[in-house]
């Protein structure tokens, strides 16, 4: 650990920056030597003592030797300063602004909030080893100090953290907050990642304390999304009643949110009971008065019927993905790495309730190993009889999905299907993949294109199964344009 207190005299310049010299030129030669081309010497070998140098070195900073500048972190919260005597040129290696600010003096003052004070241990530790281990809770912290510090290389490194433990648990949740952390900071790939990941699991953050964090700007971006992969329409209203209920926002912000429900995709029975007991409908009715009519003549009406005089190409009537099993079925497969498999199953052919005794039966098709026409076998013509070799490990997993009836009551109407593919992350089975196509195509084309269904440690199987959510959802299409 660094000194953190104490009035020690700082050494000489000279002999700090020549150790820290030394130290990093015996750095470098190890590196160069690892690199190095052998060219094909069998007695050559590699001598690799690197682990040894990154202990001296956190030895160096540790014990103080030879330090020839000290860094003073001050907080507004307290009087007391954590002091750590340090190497100008091992700081000035890593961070453009150390370089800037150590140039003229050895004695600097930083000061930093609490949040980035606490890390700063572990900050210049990364300085000296190029290594540092953080929790999801010092994730933001750190990234602040490697930003505000220049150190590219750390701050990479901890968006990368970010990105890859969104799946963590936590006791308040962390993915909202780091969505909005990324929005401040501009990193649109941070963001994007956050995104995604709340759209595809949103009924796990629903039910979380971190829902209640969502600021309106995010809450207006994930209400336009047909992406979100919830039980119901009916779910989100609920959720977002009660998140208008806790902020009471001004009423063009509540209108805005209320008018992003797509209201034709909850039955009328639940619309009835919405318009008589929801306090927040009640309360905002006249704002959302013309979608809650327009839902109801959607019910009432045949769907052919009722786009003739409506624009139904438009987000309010495209279902999102519903985990409810009117849309669709959930299918674990057991070792699909083995043999090809098939399954069938029910939807509802449209949310309207004019639809609802009807169904369509989807056949699916399941292969591990179907070959693209590409890679099928063909008989040579400069060997009768000979047949190009075909490795199992050539073909890729292929999904089929089709319809196991036609019917007039499809006029007007596409199918777009969706699946979605479960993983288990840091313990939790969440949705990581989505592959959508739509009726002109009965299968995904790069449906696991990069999975590896032979390994059992495959990051797509969990015990050894692969988790998959099938999901239709119909589009409806205007036959007459209605003059206006």
């Not at 140098?53 to 001050?74: C, F, H, I, M, P």
């Not at 912290?141 to 990479?156: D, F």
């Not at 309730?353 to 013509?381: E, Q």
Request: glycine share 4%.
């Amino acid at each position: 650990m660094a000194r953190l207190t104490g009035t020690r005299p700082v050494a000489t310049r000279r002999w700090g920056c020549a150790t820290a010299a030394v130290l990093l030129l015996l750095l470098l030669t190890v590196q160069a030597a690892q690199k190095s081309d052998l060219s094909g010497d069998g007695t050559a070998a590699t001598i690799n003592h690197s682990l040894t140098l990154l202990q001296r070195l956190q030895e160096l900073l540790q014990n103080g030797n030879s330090s020839d500048t000290v860094l003073r972190v001050r907080t507004a919260a307290s009087d007391e300063a954590k002091v750590f005597h340090t190497h100008q040129l091992l700081l000035s290696l890593q961070s453009e602004v150390f370089e800037s600010l150590l140039r003229n003096q050895s004695v600097v003052t930083l000061h930093e909030p609490p949040e980035t004070a606490v890390l700063f241990e572990k900050f210049i530790r990364y300085l000296y080893c190029g290594g540092v281990s953080i929790l999801l809770h010092q994730a933001i912290p750190m990234h602040q100090l490697a930003s505000k510090y220049r150190v590219w290389g750390l701050q990479r490194g901890v968006a990368d953290y970010m990105k890859s433990h969104l799946a963590s648990e936590s006791s308040q949740g962390h993915v909202v907050g780091w969505y909005h952390y990324a929005v401040r900071i501009g990193d649109a790939a941070l963001q994007e990642s956050c995104l995604q990941f709340l759209a595809w699991n949103l009924s796990a953050v629903l039910g979380s304390a971190e829902w209640g964090s969502v600021s309106v700007e995010l809450l207006l971006l994930l209400l336009e999304r047909s992406d979100l992969v919830l039980h119901s329409e009916l779910e989100l209203y609920t959720a977002v009643e009660g998140w208008l209920s806790r902020w009471q926002p001004e009423a063009p912000v509540a209108a805005r949110v209320l008018r992003a429900i797509r209201y034709p995709m909850i039955a009328p029975s639940q619309l009835f009971r919405l318009q008589a007991q929801s306090p927040v409908l009640a309360r905002h009715y006249g704002a959302v008065q013309d979608l809650l009519f327009q839902a109801f003549q959607f019910h009432a009406a045949s769907p052919l019927h009722f786009a003739k005089y409506f624009d139904v190409n438009c987000s309010m009537f495209l279902p999102r993905n519903y985990l409810a099993p009117s849309w669709g079925s959930q299918w674990v497969i057991n070792n699909p790495a083995r043999d090809d498999r098939s399954t069938s199953f029910q939807t509802q052919l449209g949310p309207s309730s004019h639809d609802a005794g009807k169904r369509v039966t989807w056949n699916v098709l399941f292969s591990p190993r179907w070959l693209p026409v590409s890679l099928r076998p063909v008989y040579s013509d400069s060997v009768s009889g000979a047949v190009q070799t075909v490795r199992i490990e050539d073909g890729r997993p292929r999904l089929v999905i089709t319809p196991a009836m036609s019917s007039p009551d499809f006029a007007g109407v596409s199918f777009q299907k969706t699946v979605l593919v479960g993983v288990r992350q840091q313990g939790r089975v969440l949705v990581k993949h989505v592959y959508s196509f739509h009726q002109s195509s009965d299968e995904a084309a790069d449906f696991l294109a990069h999975a590896d269904l032979q390994k059992r440690t495959s990051e797509y199987l969990i015990d050894n199964s692969l988790h998959l959510h099938i999901i239709v959802k119909p589009v409806y299409h205007s036959l007459i344009k209605v003059k206006k």
